[in-house]
C-alpha cells in the first residue's frame, strides 16, 4: 500500500509542489483501496458517493440497454473517475467495474472538501484537472459524432496503444458501437494496409 | 452594460456570497462584450485565447466536415463556454458563432488566474462548475451512443424548450446528426401521437 501512496504522490507533485506535512495530510486520508477483476464499484440505480483515481488497472463504465452492454469508457493508470451520479446526486444510469485487478484512491465528498480546504494547492489542481477532464470529454463527444467507427479505432490504438492487450475485444467493439465481427472485419482491412 | 454586470453578479451570488470588494473587482476586470448575431468568435485553426459566460443570446459550435456543418452545442444564458483549444492550447477544430445577438463575460488565461488568487471563493466556484459541466458532457456523449435521433430530440425539448423557438431548424437537425427532411418527419410523428 505505501508503494502505491507513493504513487499518489509522485503523481500529484507533477503538478503543484506538496510540503511535507500537506503530504503527510494526504497520506492519513487513507484514500487507497484495492478491487478484485471484475468488481463491480458502482451499480446501475445505485447513486455513488465516491470518486476515484486509478493508480493501477483498468475500469470500465458502461450501460445496459435492453441486455446488451454499451461501452462509454476505460479509465486506466493516471485517469480520475467522477460519476455522473456523484456530481449530480442522483441514481446511475450505468456501471463501473474492474477489467483487471485495482488499485484506486477513493474520495467522498467530505474528504473532497477536507482536501480542498486543507490544502488550498489541491483546489486548484482539481479545477485544472477538471477544465482538461472537460476537453476530453468534449474531444470524445465529437469524435462520436463526427468520425467512422474504424477511423475511432485507429485513433483508440494510436493514443492508447496498451489497450490493445488488456481489454477483451467484444469490449473494445462495444466502446466502438459495433459488434464484433465488424471489429474483426475493420481490423482485417487495418491489416492489409 | 452596467445593468449585464449585475446580471453577471446575481448569478454568482446564487453559488458564493462575494463580499462588496470583491464585487468591486470583478466589475474592475470589465469582462463584459457584445457579439452581434452572425460573428463568428473562434475560427476553425484558430488557437482560442478566451473562454465564456454567455449571459444573453446564443452560440453554437460547430465543425466543417466535407462542406457539411456538424453542429456539437448551443450555449445559451448561464452557459459557460469552455473551447477545448483554449484548454489544451492547440488550434481549434470547430466554430463558434453567434445564433443571435450576444452578451457574454470573456476571459483569458491571465484574467482567469487573477480572479482565482484574488477571489479564493471563486476556484470553488470554478471547480464546481466544471465538475457539472463535466457530468453534462458526459451525459450528452451517452445520449448520443444510445438514443436515437428521435429519442434526442424529444430530450432536447423537454430540457431545453426555448430552444425550438431561437434556433434555425437546419441547426437543430445538425446537432441531431440528421437531414433537416429527417427532422420534419419526426416532427410530424411527434404531432400525431
Known sequence: MNEMEEHLIE???QFVSLTEQEIVQIKQLELIREF???TVILHEQEQAKQCYFVL???????YLVDGEEKTTAFFTEGHPIIPVSYSKKQPSQYFLACVEDCIVTAGTEQTTELIRKEIPVMETLISRFNEQLLADSQLKYEDLLILSPQQRYVK???QRPDLYNRIPQYMIASYLGIKP???SRIRKRLSRQ
Open 181 to 183: 465481427e465488424s471489429l
Open 11 to 13: 503523481f500529484l507533485t
Open 156 to 158: 483508440l490504438l494510436e
Open 56 to 62: 493501477k488497472g483498468c475500469i470500465r463504465s458502461y
Open 36 to 38: 478484485q477483476k471484475n
